[in-house]
């Protein structure tokens, strides 16, 4: 099986985009940190609590989407090389394995939404006491 230059060279644009949400996703986070900062030393109240040990689950999880989103990217890269000193087999595997670096990225990031919705169910629940 063998592949040419622009199969690997698709999923940069994707890969770009979704590096571009984690990002935005990251900056977010740093925001909510300094106020929950602010917030938790003005008064250490559970909900508070709560807020800091979820945000901090959520950055763990951003920063590994992130890092297996790069090395997704780097293993196009390393693909193509390949390509050009015509070690297709080689090739193949290494985008075959940028594409599970990919899929995995994106678990992670369905799994960090249902952590930040609870984030927000946290505020809700404060709402209604």
């Known amino acids: 099986m063998e592949i040419d230059l622009t199969t690997p060279a698709l999923l940069f644009s994707a890969i770009s985009l979704i590096m571009l949400a984690y990002t935005n996703r990251f900056l977010s986070y740093a925001g909510l940190v300094r106020a929950l900062k602010e917030q938790h030393q ?11 040990a979820n945000l901090r689950k959520r950055l763990y999880l951003t920063r590994a989407m992130q890092v297996t989103g790069i090395a997704s990217l780097l293993l196009c890269v390393v693909s193509m090389f390949f390509i050009y000193i015509r070690l297709y087999l080689a090739s193949v595997y290494i985008f075959g ?8 990225s994106l678990t992670i990031s369905v799994y960090e939404i249902y952590i930040s919705v609870k984030a927000l169910e946290i505020h809700l629940n404060d709402m209604d006491d």
């Open 42 to 52: 003005k008064s250490h109240s559970s909900v508070t609590a709560a807020q800091i």
């Open 97 to 104: 394995l940028a594409l599970v670096l990919l899929i995995i």
